[in-house]
C-alpha cells in the first residue's frame, strides 16, 4: 500500500516543481531587471503618490503633471535648518556636477511653509545650485503629502518664541510620471550616491 502512495507523492511533487518553475520563469520574464544601489532601495512596483498643488520657488502652482517628462530627486527639509539640509543640499550639488543623469530634477519640499516662501527658497536654493527647485504650500497639504511619501516631520518649540523642524534626510526618487521608484537613506557618500542616481534614472528610463 505504500508504492502507490509514495508514487502519488512524488508526481504531486513533481508537478508543484513544474508550475512553480514556470511561474519563476514568467515572473523574470515579465519584471524589469533592478539597478543594484549601494545606498538606496530600489521598488520593483512603481508607487503612485497623492500629491496636492503646491507652489514653486518661481512662484508657480505646481502639481503631479508638472513631474512629467523627468525623473525627479525630492528632498524634504527647510531653509531655517543648521545643519542637515545645508550638507545634504551641498551633497547633492557635487552629485549633480557629476552623475550622468542630465534629465534629472532636485526638489527641496519645505517642512516649514510658514516660513519658506518661493522667494525665500529661491534664494536659498541658489546658494547651491541655481537648477535646484523648492516647493511650498499650505501646511496641511506638506503634511498629507510628507506621509504618502513616507517622510518624518515634526515642529519642535524652542525658548524664544522660535522653532526647529526634526525631519528625515531620506531622498526619494520618482520617474518621469511622477510615481516614487528609489528611496535612498543616509550616511551618503557622493561617489555612490551619483552612481546610483545614474544607474536608477537609466533604470526609470527603460
Not at 503629502?145 to 516631520?153: D, N, W
Request: proline share 8%.
Amino acid at each position: 500500500m505504500s508504492a502507490p502512495k509514495s508514487w502519488l507523492s512524488w508526481s504531486l511533487l513533481i508537478v508543484a516543481a513544474a508550475l512553480t518553475g514556470a511561474w519563476i520563469a514568467r515572473a523574470t520574464l515579465t519584471t524589469e531587471p533592478a539597478p543594484e544601489l549601494q545606498s538606496g532601495t530600489w521598488l520593483p512596483d512603481a508607487r503612485d503618490l497623492a500629491m496636492p498643488t503646491l507652489v514653486d520657488s518661481g512662484g508657480a502652482p505646481f502639481t503631479a503633471d508638472s513631474f512629467a517628462g523627468h525623473a525627479s530627486l525630492l528632498f524634504f527639509g527647510f531653509t531655517h535648518c543648521p545643519d542637515v539640509c545645508p550638507n545634504t543640499l551641498g551633497l547633492l550639488a557635487q552629485v549633480m556636477r557629476s552623475t550622468q543623469a542630465p534629465d534629472l530634477t532636485v526638489y527641496l519640499v519645505s517642512v516649514d511653509p510658514e516660513r519658506d516662501t518661493p522667494e525665500v527658497l529661491r534664494a536659498y536654493l541658489a546658494g547651491f545650485d541655481p537648477q535646484f527647485i523648492g516647493l511650498t504650500g499650505d501646511p496641511l497639504d506638506i503634511k498629507g503629502f510628507a506621509r504618502t511619501v513616507g517622510t518624518a516631520m515634526i515642529k519642535v518649540d524652542l525658548p524664544g518664541d522660535t522653532y526647529t523642524m526634526d525631519h528625515s534626510a531620506t531622498l526619494y526618487l520618482l520617474d518621469d510620471a511622477g510615481r516614487l521608484r528609489a528611496v535612498f537613506t543616509p550616511p551618503f557618500k557622493a561617489e555612490e550616491l551619483a552612481s546610483d542616481l545614474a544607474a536608477a534614472v537609466a533604470a526609470v528610463r527603460g
